[in-house]
Protein backbone atom coordinates (compact mmCIF):
# COMPACT_ATOMS: atom_id res chain seq x y z
CA UNK A 1 0.00 0.00 0.00
CA UNK A 2 1.39 3.24 -1.04
CA UNK A 3 1.91 5.65 1.43
CA UNK A 4 0.83 8.83 0.26
CA UNK A 5 2.37 12.37 1.59
CA UNK A 6 5.48 10.56 2.69
CA UNK A 7 8.94 11.20 1.00
CA UNK A 8 12.39 8.91 1.33
CA UNK A 9 15.33 10.74 2.57
CA UNK A 10 16.85 10.35 -1.46
CA UNK A 11 13.67 12.05 -2.92
CA UNK A 12 14.04 14.56 -0.12
CA UNK A 13 17.84 15.17 -0.80
CA UNK A 14 17.15 15.56 -4.52
CA UNK A 15 14.29 18.44 -3.67
CA UNK A 16 16.63 20.37 -1.59
CA UNK A 17 19.42 20.31 -4.06
CA UNK A 18 16.61 21.53 -6.74
CA UNK A 19 15.99 24.46 -4.14
CA UNK A 20 20.03 25.09 -3.87
CA UNK A 21 19.90 25.67 -7.32
CA UNK A 22 17.29 27.93 -8.06
CA UNK A 23 18.72 30.12 -5.18
CA UNK A 24 22.19 30.12 -6.43
CA UNK A 25 20.84 30.72 -9.88
CA UNK A 26 19.16 34.03 -8.37
CA UNK A 27 22.06 35.52 -6.27
CA UNK A 28 23.94 34.98 -8.91
CA UNK A 29 22.03 36.75 -11.47
CA UNK A 30 20.64 39.35 -9.41
CA UNK A 31 17.03 38.16 -9.77
CA UNK A 32 14.74 38.77 -7.17
CA UNK A 33 13.81 35.83 -4.80
CA UNK A 34 11.16 36.60 -2.50
CA UNK A 35 11.48 34.66 0.38
CA UNK A 36 10.60 33.69 4.22
CA UNK A 37 12.77 32.88 7.12
CA UNK A 38 15.94 33.75 4.59
CA UNK A 39 18.17 32.94 7.76
CA UNK A 40 16.87 29.06 8.30
CA UNK A 41 17.34 28.70 4.18
CA UNK A 42 21.07 29.61 4.41
CA UNK A 43 21.83 27.15 6.92
CA UNK A 44 19.48 24.29 5.55
CA UNK A 45 20.70 24.90 2.01
CA UNK A 46 24.52 25.86 2.37
CA UNK A 47 23.73 29.19 0.98
CA UNK A 48 26.99 30.99 0.01
CA UNK A 49 27.36 34.25 1.76
CA UNK A 50 27.97 36.93 -0.99
CA UNK A 51 29.49 39.48 0.48
CA UNK A 52 27.50 41.74 -2.19
CA UNK A 53 24.46 42.29 -1.42
CA UNK A 54 21.59 40.24 -2.53
CA UNK A 55 18.13 40.91 -3.92
CA UNK A 56 16.84 38.60 -1.89
CA UNK A 57 13.27 40.19 0.27
CA UNK A 58 12.73 38.48 3.54
CA UNK A 59 9.33 38.45 4.59
CA UNK A 60 9.69 37.15 8.04
CA UNK A 61 6.29 35.40 7.75
CA UNK A 62 5.02 34.38 11.67
CA UNK A 63 4.92 30.37 12.66
CA UNK A 64 1.62 29.21 11.18
CA UNK A 65 0.25 26.42 13.21
CA UNK A 66 -1.07 24.09 10.40
CA UNK A 67 -1.85 20.08 10.26
CA UNK A 68 -0.29 19.33 6.88
CA UNK A 69 2.86 20.57 4.64
CA UNK A 70 -0.07 21.20 1.96
CA UNK A 71 -2.24 23.13 3.95
CA UNK A 72 1.26 25.15 5.09
CA UNK A 73 2.39 25.51 1.69
CA UNK A 74 -1.08 27.52 0.28
CA UNK A 75 -1.53 29.65 3.34
CA UNK A 76 2.54 30.78 2.97
CA UNK A 77 1.61 30.91 -0.59
CA UNK A 78 -1.50 32.95 -0.43
CA UNK A 79 0.46 35.22 2.52
CA UNK A 80 3.56 36.26 0.06
CA UNK A 81 1.31 36.51 -3.16
CA UNK A 82 -0.29 39.63 -1.35
CA UNK A 83 2.02 41.54 0.42
CA UNK A 84 4.39 44.26 -1.23
CA UNK A 85 8.21 43.85 -1.26
CA UNK A 86 9.90 46.65 0.11
CA UNK A 87 13.55 47.57 0.96
CA UNK A 88 13.29 46.71 4.76
CA UNK A 89 13.01 42.97 3.64
CA UNK A 90 15.95 43.33 1.44
CA UNK A 91 18.20 45.00 4.31
CA UNK A 92 16.33 41.73 6.52
CA UNK A 93 17.48 39.68 4.27
CA UNK A 94 21.07 40.79 3.81
CA UNK A 95 21.32 41.07 7.75
CA UNK A 96 20.39 37.59 7.73
CA UNK A 97 23.76 36.72 6.33
CA UNK A 98 25.56 38.66 8.84
CA UNK A 99 23.84 36.69 11.41
CA UNK A 100 24.21 33.33 9.66
CA UNK A 101 27.99 33.98 9.84
CA UNK A 102 28.14 35.20 13.73
CA UNK A 103 26.49 31.67 14.28
CA UNK A 104 28.78 30.02 12.62
CA UNK A 105 31.79 31.73 14.11
CA UNK A 106 30.58 31.13 17.26
CA UNK A 107 32.26 33.40 20.37
CA UNK A 108 35.16 32.32 22.94
CA UNK A 109 33.69 32.89 26.19
CA UNK A 110 35.88 32.02 29.11
CA UNK A 111 37.91 29.88 26.85
CA UNK A 112 35.27 27.93 25.45
CA UNK A 113 33.57 28.15 22.01
CA UNK A 114 29.70 29.20 22.12
CA UNK A 115 27.22 29.67 19.16
CA UNK A 116 24.47 32.02 20.25
CA UNK A 117 21.73 32.06 18.13
CA UNK A 118 20.34 35.26 16.37
CA UNK A 119 16.74 35.86 15.21
CA UNK A 120 14.81 38.98 13.82
CA UNK A 121 11.65 37.07 15.04
CA UNK A 122 11.10 40.13 17.37
CA UNK A 123 7.77 42.42 17.28
CA UNK A 124 9.90 45.35 16.47
CA UNK A 125 12.52 43.28 14.49
CA UNK A 126 15.56 44.07 16.93
CA UNK A 127 17.81 41.20 16.76
CA UNK A 128 18.13 38.55 19.99
CA UNK A 129 20.15 36.07 20.86
CA UNK A 130 18.79 32.47 21.70
CA UNK A 131 20.55 29.85 23.78
CA UNK A 132 23.88 31.45 24.85
CA UNK A 133 22.80 35.53 25.23
CA UNK A 134 25.87 37.48 24.20
CA UNK A 135 23.71 40.23 24.54
CA UNK A 136 22.92 39.99 27.74
CA UNK A 137 26.51 39.57 29.15
CA UNK A 138 27.69 41.02 32.04
CA UNK A 139 30.90 43.60 32.90
CA UNK A 140 34.12 42.00 32.93
CA UNK A 141 33.10 38.82 30.86
CA UNK A 142 35.79 37.75 29.12
CA UNK A 143 34.87 37.12 25.51
CA UNK A 144 36.90 37.56 22.72
CA UNK A 145 36.87 36.76 18.80
CA UNK A 146 37.75 33.35 18.34
CA UNK A 147 39.63 34.33 15.25
CA UNK A 148 41.87 37.12 16.80
CA UNK A 149 43.81 37.22 19.61
CA UNK A 150 43.37 37.22 23.56
CA UNK A 151 45.01 40.74 23.68
CA UNK A 152 42.76 42.29 21.13
CA UNK A 153 41.05 45.11 22.03
CA UNK A 154 37.24 45.11 22.52
CA UNK A 155 35.41 49.02 20.52
CA UNK A 156 32.19 49.87 21.20
CA UNK A 157 30.05 51.76 19.31
CA UNK A 158 27.14 53.32 21.00
CA UNK A 159 24.53 55.24 19.22
CA UNK A 160 23.17 58.54 21.09
CA UNK A 161 19.72 59.14 21.90
CA UNK A 162 18.78 56.80 18.60
CA UNK A 163 15.16 56.82 19.54
CA UNK A 164 14.62 60.36 20.33
CA UNK A 165 15.89 61.05 16.71
CA UNK A 166 13.65 58.58 15.76
CA UNK A 167 10.66 60.44 17.17
CA UNK A 168 12.12 63.91 15.22
CA UNK A 169 11.94 62.49 12.13
CA UNK A 170 8.60 60.65 12.68
CA UNK A 171 7.29 63.57 14.06
CA UNK A 172 9.16 66.05 11.84
CA UNK A 173 8.63 68.46 15.49
CA UNK A 174 10.83 71.44 14.72
CA UNK A 175 12.71 71.68 18.25
CA UNK A 176 12.94 68.28 18.37
CA UNK A 177 14.52 67.77 14.83
CA UNK A 178 16.46 71.31 16.22
CA UNK A 179 17.75 69.25 18.88
CA UNK A 180 19.09 66.14 17.03
CA UNK A 181 21.27 68.04 15.05
CA UNK A 182 23.32 68.23 18.09
CA UNK A 183 25.10 65.01 19.64
CA UNK A 184 22.92 65.39 22.81
CA UNK A 185 19.82 66.59 22.16
CA UNK A 186 18.51 66.56 25.84
CA UNK A 187 20.80 69.15 26.75
CA UNK A 188 20.08 71.11 23.58
CA UNK A 189 16.27 70.81 24.79
CA UNK A 190 17.09 71.69 28.55
CA UNK A 191 18.95 75.28 27.65
CA UNK A 192 16.40 75.92 24.87
CA UNK A 193 13.47 75.59 27.66
CA UNK A 194 15.57 77.24 30.22
CA UNK A 195 18.57 79.28 29.54
CA UNK A 196 19.25 79.72 33.21
CA UNK A 197 20.52 76.48 33.80
CA UNK A 198 17.72 75.18 36.86
CA UNK A 199 16.31 73.32 34.33
CA UNK A 200 18.89 70.10 33.97
CA UNK A 201 19.68 67.65 30.99
CA UNK A 202 18.77 65.07 33.07
CA UNK A 203 15.78 66.42 34.49
CA UNK A 204 14.78 67.41 30.17
CA UNK A 205 15.68 63.47 29.34
CA UNK A 206 13.54 62.18 31.37
CA UNK A 207 10.44 64.45 31.09
CA UNK A 208 10.95 63.49 27.49
CA UNK A 209 11.23 59.97 27.45
CA UNK A 210 8.67 59.49 30.01
CA UNK A 211 6.13 61.11 27.79
CA UNK A 212 6.96 59.83 24.87
CA UNK A 213 6.99 56.68 25.84
CA UNK A 214 3.94 56.45 28.03
CA UNK A 215 2.07 59.02 25.00
CA UNK A 216 1.76 61.35 28.00
CA UNK A 217 0.61 64.45 25.89
CA UNK A 218 -0.56 66.17 28.81
CA UNK A 219 3.46 67.10 30.48
CA UNK A 220 4.78 70.46 30.32
CA UNK A 221 7.55 69.86 27.94
CA UNK A 222 4.91 69.05 25.43
CA UNK A 223 4.38 72.72 25.35
CA UNK A 224 7.25 73.61 23.93
CA UNK A 225 7.34 70.46 21.27
CA UNK A 226 3.65 70.61 19.30
CA UNK A 227 4.44 68.89 16.20
CA UNK A 228 6.01 65.72 18.97
CA UNK A 229 2.38 65.99 20.71
CA UNK A 230 0.33 65.68 17.95
CA UNK A 231 1.84 62.95 16.32
CA UNK A 232 1.46 61.15 19.75
CA UNK A 233 -2.23 62.12 19.28
CA UNK A 234 -2.21 60.70 16.57
CA UNK A 235 -0.22 57.96 17.03
CA UNK A 236 -2.86 57.45 19.67
CA UNK A 237 -5.87 57.38 17.25
CA UNK A 238 -4.93 55.12 14.56
CA UNK A 239 -3.95 52.15 16.96
CA UNK A 240 -7.61 52.88 19.02
CA UNK A 241 -9.09 52.54 15.18
CA UNK A 242 -7.46 49.39 14.83
CA UNK A 243 -4.92 50.49 12.20
CA UNK A 244 -1.18 50.22 12.12
CA UNK A 245 1.90 52.88 12.78
CA UNK A 246 4.90 52.86 10.28
CA UNK A 247 8.37 52.42 10.61
CA UNK A 248 10.80 54.72 9.62
CA UNK A 249 11.15 52.50 6.27
CA UNK A 250 7.68 51.55 6.07
CA UNK A 251 7.55 48.47 8.12
CA UNK A 252 4.15 48.31 9.49
CA UNK A 253 3.18 47.49 13.22
CA UNK A 254 -0.37 46.56 14.46
CA UNK A 255 -1.80 45.76 18.05
CA UNK A 256 -1.22 42.15 18.86
CA UNK A 257 -3.63 40.15 20.88
CA UNK A 258 -0.76 38.75 23.18
CA UNK A 259 0.93 41.94 23.22
CA UNK A 260 0.40 44.04 27.15
CA UNK A 261 0.51 47.04 25.84
CA UNK A 262 -2.25 48.23 24.21
CA UNK A 263 0.49 50.70 22.79
CA UNK A 264 2.90 48.75 21.59
CA UNK A 265 2.61 49.43 18.21
CA UNK A 266 3.67 53.55 19.48
CA UNK A 267 7.35 51.80 20.60
CA UNK A 268 7.86 49.19 17.94
CA UNK A 269 7.71 52.09 14.96
CA UNK A 270 10.36 53.62 17.12
CA UNK A 271 12.22 50.40 17.73
CA UNK A 272 11.49 48.80 14.26
CA UNK A 273 13.01 52.09 12.69
CA UNK A 274 16.53 51.29 14.92
CA UNK A 275 16.18 47.70 13.90
CA UNK A 276 16.31 48.98 10.02
CA UNK A 277 19.28 51.18 10.99
CA UNK A 278 21.48 48.12 12.74
CA UNK A 279 21.01 45.99 9.99
CA UNK A 280 21.88 48.08 7.44
CA UNK A 281 25.26 49.16 9.57
CA UNK A 282 25.81 45.43 10.40
CA UNK A 283 25.61 44.58 7.04
CA UNK A 284 27.89 47.14 5.30
CA UNK A 285 30.28 46.08 8.62
CA UNK A 286 30.74 42.68 7.89
CA UNK A 287 31.33 43.82 4.26
CA UNK A 288 34.55 45.54 5.00
CA UNK A 289 35.61 43.68 8.31
CA UNK A 290 34.25 40.22 8.65
CA UNK A 291 35.14 38.55 11.24
CA UNK A 292 36.24 41.53 13.52
CA UNK A 293 32.34 42.27 14.35
CA UNK A 294 31.47 40.62 17.69
CA UNK A 295 28.06 41.25 18.12
CA UNK A 296 25.40 43.93 17.89
CA UNK A 297 23.61 45.09 21.59
CA UNK A 298 20.64 47.64 22.01
CA UNK A 299 22.22 50.57 20.19
CA UNK A 300 25.76 49.38 19.85
CA UNK A 301 27.70 47.52 18.18
CA UNK A 302 31.11 45.84 19.27
CA UNK A 303 34.16 44.97 17.06
CA UNK A 304 37.51 43.15 18.15
CA UNK A 305 40.29 44.65 16.76
CA UNK A 306 44.25 43.66 17.26
CA UNK A 307 45.90 46.02 19.35
CA UNK A 308 47.67 48.05 17.00
CA UNK A 309 47.09 52.25 17.17
CA UNK A 310 46.94 52.28 13.67
CA UNK A 311 45.01 49.98 13.03
CA UNK A 312 42.34 50.63 16.06
CA UNK A 313 41.97 53.97 14.21
CA UNK A 314 41.30 52.86 10.96
CA UNK A 315 38.47 50.73 12.03
CA UNK A 316 37.10 53.38 14.18
CA UNK A 317 37.16 56.00 11.69
CA UNK A 318 35.36 53.59 9.31
CA UNK A 319 32.74 52.06 11.46
CA UNK A 320 31.57 55.22 12.69
CA UNK A 321 31.40 56.92 9.37
CA UNK A 322 29.06 53.71 8.69
CA UNK A 323 27.18 54.07 11.47
CA UNK A 324 26.52 58.06 11.91
CA UNK A 325 24.91 58.00 8.78
CA UNK A 326 22.99 54.53 8.92
CA UNK A 327 20.11 55.36 6.42
CA UNK A 328 22.48 57.20 3.60
CA UNK A 329 21.45 55.53 0.12
CA UNK A 330 18.13 55.24 1.80
CA UNK A 331 16.26 58.14 2.81
CA UNK A 332 16.67 61.52 1.28
CA UNK A 333 17.47 63.73 4.30
CA UNK A 334 19.97 60.91 5.63
CA UNK A 335 19.72 62.45 9.59
CA UNK A 336 22.47 61.62 11.49
CA UNK A 337 22.85 58.92 14.73
CA UNK A 338 25.93 60.44 16.30
CA UNK A 339 28.24 57.69 17.63
CA UNK A 340 29.83 57.45 21.29
CA UNK A 341 33.11 55.02 20.83
CA UNK A 342 34.53 53.52 23.79
CA UNK A 343 37.70 51.17 23.93
CA UNK A 344 38.08 48.24 26.72
CA UNK A 345 39.89 45.16 27.45
CA UNK A 346 36.73 43.52 28.53
CA UNK A 347 33.18 43.15 28.00
CA UNK A 348 31.37 46.36 29.15
CA UNK A 349 34.66 47.78 30.67
CA UNK A 350 34.71 50.25 28.39
CA UNK A 351 36.56 53.65 28.53
CA UNK A 352 35.13 56.45 26.22
CA UNK A 353 37.29 57.32 23.42
CA UNK A 354 35.70 60.16 21.55
CA UNK A 355 31.85 61.06 20.04
CA UNK A 356 31.30 61.24 16.21
CA UNK A 357 30.65 63.46 13.99
CA UNK A 358 33.44 66.08 15.69
CA UNK A 359 30.32 68.69 14.67
CA UNK A 360 26.84 68.27 12.88
Known amino acids: MPLYGVKSVFDIKKD ?6 IIDRCLASGDRLITSDYKTLIEAFGITPYKTKANVYDFLLPDMQVSDNETLTRRVLEKMRGMEAMEWHRIIANASVVYSSLEERGIEFFGHIVYPRWSMKTYSGRSKTIGHNIQGSTT ?32 GDELLSEACEHIDPYAYIADHLDPTGNFSRNEAKAALLTSINSMDTSAHIMDALPRLRQWIINCSEVINAGGHLSSMLGRKFRKRNDKKSDWSPFNAQMQGSIAHAMHIVVREIWEEFDDKLLADVHDSIVM ?42 KWKEWKEYSTYPKSV
Open 140 to 171: GDKIYNPNGFHDDVLIHFDWCAADIRVAAFLS
Open 304 to 345: ACPRDIATIKQTINRVQEIMCWPFKGYIDSNPVFPVKVSIGD
Open 16 to 21: CAKIKT
